[in-house]
């Protein structure tokens, strides 16, 4: 059974940075695109990052993008999402998704992907 459990969410106050994990376990996730979702309260989930299986594209949301990195380490089967510069509007369930196929390529929609973590929570304070 494929499992993604995300971790490292928490409460931080703008301007500050935090990093969340995504582990996958029950199968090896090496040849496969990963992303980074989230949702806020009385909103939709929406993309904030995606990573082809090599590591070698990227996609981010306007939103994010010169703040946030997403990066994979394929031989611990885990995807990160780092972030800087965080903003109140980034307070959200942060959730991380996995895809099956094997191209080499990144998906920012969320029926692209076919598992997904149970998502942890970003706080930001103002």
């Known amino acids: 059974q494929v499992q993604l459990v995300e971790s490292g969410g928490g409460l931080v106050q703008a301007g500050g940075s935090l990093s969340v994990s995504c582990a996958v376990s029950g199968r090896t996730f090496s040849s496969n695109p990963m992303g980074w979702f989230r949702q806020a309260p009385g909103k939709e989930r929406e993309f904030v990052a995606a990573i082809s299986w090599s590591g070698r594209n990227t996609y981010y949301a306007d939103s994010v993008k010169g703040r946030f990195t997403i990066s994979r380490d394929n031989a611990k089967n885990t995807v990160y999402l780092q972030m800087n510069s965080l903003k109140p509007e980034d307070t959200a369930v942060y959730y991380c998704?996995?895809?099956?196929?094997?191209?080499?390529?990144?998906?920012?929609?969320?029926?692209?992907?076919?598992?997904w973590g149970q998502g942890t929570q970003v706080t930001v304070s103002s």
């Open positions: 998704a996995a895809a099956k196929t094997r191209l080499d390529t990144v998906f920012t929609i969320a029926p692209a992907y076919d598992y």
